[in-house]
């Protein structure tokens, strides 16, 4: 995994760019008990945003969504290369 030198993330920075998400989620959740919402629905939305948070996280952690490199090679697929 990455650790965090040069762009790369570590858990930390990971989950505080997390957090703000993972809280509007269970703000929402609580929002829609507190209208007197069947209960269930609150789990039935739980889970996505949970996944979504991991999955977030993950991206975040291993510098997936920061270590974008640029290639100067012409795409696949290019017919205007000579």
Partial sequence: ???SDEGGYNRKRAALAVLPFLLL???DIILLLQWG???LWGFMILPPILFM???AWIAFRSGLV???VVDDDPAVGDLDHD
Wanted: aromatic content about 0%; hydrophobic content about 45%.
């Fill in 53 to 55: 948070s991991v999955l």
């Fill in 66 to 68: 920061g270590n974008r």
């Fill in 37 to 39: 919402i069947n209960p």
């Fill in 25 to 27: 989620g269970l703000a």
């Fill in 1 to 3: 995994m990455a650790e």
